[in-house]
């Protein structure tokens, strides 16, 4: 249901929490789409650029919140990205993601019956 770029975002806010720079590897960004996410995740008030260091750079950031405070709207809301229920959520996902897989079913779930229940007719 989470593009890429919001999944990377989640690992980005661990690692910075962490200190411990590994979640994110995964996802191989480029020096720039680094920089962009950073951007994106400090202009919404979700991480600050300690002073005097190098920007674009993992160390060089802290949370504005702990972790445990941010939310998956605030990750939707500072990277701009949708959210995709144009299908079931996979049985894939549920093993994967665990508990927070069972949240995101049940919201793709939702989304869904809501979005079959709007009649063109009705718009």
């Known amino acids: ?3 890429v770029f919001t999944q990377t975002a989640i690992a980005v ?3 910075i929490s962490s200190g411990e720079y590994l979640q994110s590897a995964n996802f191989r960004l ?3 789409e680094l920089s962009e996410l950073l951007q994106k995740l ?3 008030g979700l991480v600050r650029r300690l002073p005097e260091v190098e920007e674009g750079i993992l160390s060089s950031y802290e949370l504005c919140r702990p972790l445990h ?3 998956l709207l605030d990750m939707i ?3 701009g990205e949708p959210i995709n229920c144009k299908q079931p959520t996979p049985e894939s996902f549920y093993t994967r993601h665990g508990r927070v897989a069972q949240k995101m079913g049940v919201a793709n779930h939702m989304v ?3 979005l079959n229940d709007i009649k063109l007719t009705d718009w």
């Open 1 to 3: 249901m989470l593009t």
């Open 112 to 114: 869904r019956l809501f």
């Open 13 to 15: 806010l661990h690692d």
């Open 30 to 32: 480029s020096e720039e």
């Open 77 to 79: 809301e500072a990277t």
């Open 69 to 71: 405070e941010l939310s």
């Open 42 to 44: 400090e202009s919404s």
